[in-house]
């Protein structure tokens, strides 16, 4: 392929109404280069709104305890017709309803219900843009068990996509092999496109929402946080997993994997550049080591202390393996001379807690078992940080000057990829002060 192609993904705040749908228009009308289009269910139009696929997901709900849900089938109803409305174009909206209706009222499916919110705004986009429709459940492809075949859906997209000049593809699902419809996680609009852009190597994917880009921190803990016109793959991965949500982490480990730019951008203020998300940032990009600070509350510390933990006798493995027995994911593990410390989420290490500690000490006769709850864990990230950057240090001390107690530190080997531990009281004066702090920092 010669030609610059952009695939363009437009979320649910994006669709929300008709006045949307122009806008998104105008954007891509803009640019013959953005001819692949995926868009999610209409979202929110203000708080307190609710998102199209909430109320199919309530109508499934409903139907499927034989309950009557004419309601908010009424409301996704109004919520398309409003659309049509306000842009005046032909769909048959009742016979679509008609046919999702009868699957509600003879064999209500979970997935297939939640997929309509995508697959109506998708079709209803392709008549707006004049563009071609192209329904995930022949592309999308997953197997018996609910999983993604990532290599049978990128060839069977590549072929779909390639020999069409513009198409709009629904968000969000595709089908198993029976031809049964397979939704992804919520947010998992996102995933189609990144999947869309690798299957057609495209020269960028752009990722549409309401807010211009990503910010360098949570704007509900740091007033009008700045937004971050350049970050990795790997910073974003970092940061995503820790709290900041704006991409699907899976829609970015696909695109990084081929290498595929992704831009955050603003459906509301086109203008605005957003976030472009690289695997390596332009020279001179950013100016201080520090790109983004996030975090999560509701963290437990397990500390098993015993003479010896790192004698070679692979203590700290049969630990590990205990976990593995029980399917318990732990954040960070951290070996010492004679302790293992284990951050465990707390939600999940609750209903385990007795068991685990038991286990624990038949298996392993620890000198001591300890628990600390009402952890939260911060992430300071920076890929730039030169290798004589002392960022980590400054951030530590800082921390410290404004009287937060750390209670974990665990820094790799990489480039600055800082997490620590403060207490939860504590979690937004440290994530405030870090993010105040950083510009100071130098390289
Ligand atoms: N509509 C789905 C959701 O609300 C998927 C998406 O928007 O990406 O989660």
Known sequence: MNKRTVVAKFGGTSVADAAQFRKIRDIVLSSPERRFIIVSA??????????????????????????????????????????????????????ELRALEQSLTNKPDKDYTASRGEYLTAKIMAEYLGFTFVDPAWCVCFDEDGQLNAGMTNRTMRASLLPLEHAVIAGFYGADPDGTVRTFERGGSDITGSLAACAIHADLYENWTDVSGLYAADPGIVKEPETVPYMSYRELRTLSYMGAS??????????????????????????????????????????????GVSGRKG?????????????????????????????????????????????????????????LFEEIRETLHPDFVGLREGLSLIAV????????????????????????????????????????????????DAIRTIYAFRQSIPM
């Open 42 to 95: 209409p979202g929110k139009r203000f708080p307190g709104d609710r998102k199209v696929t909430d109320l199919l997901l309530d109508c499934y709900a409903k139907a499927s305890a034989g309950e009557p849900f004419t309601d908010d089938l009424d409301q996704i109803r109004t919520r398309f017709r409003e659309i049509l409305d306000g842009l005046t174009i032909e769909f048959p909206l009742e016979e």
């Open 246 to 291: 704006v991409l699907h982490s899976d829609a970015v480990l696909s695109a990084s994997e081929m290498e595929i730019p992704i831009n955050i951008r603003n459906t509301n203020k086109p203008a605005d550049p957003g976030t472009m998300i690289l695997r390596h940032l332009p020279r001179g990009v950013p100016k201080n080591p520090v790109t």
């Open 299 to 355: 963290m437990s510390v397990v500390q098993i202390e015993k003479v010896m933990v790192s004698d070679g006798s692979g203590f700290s493995a049969l630990m590990l393996d205990i976990l593995k027995e029980r399917a318990l994911p732990f954040e960070y593990c951290l070996t010492g001379i004679d302790s293992i410390t284990l951050i465990i989420r707390r939600d999940l290490l609750d209903s385990c807690k007795e068991e």
């Open 381 to 428: 990230t920076g890929e730039k940080a030169t290798e004589s950057s002392d960022a980590n240090v400054r951030v530590l001390e800082k921390l410290t000057g404004e009287g937060i107690e750390i209670v974990t530190i665990n820094q790799g080997a990489g480039k600055l990829n800082l997490l620590i531990g403060v207490p939860e009281d504590r979690f937004e």
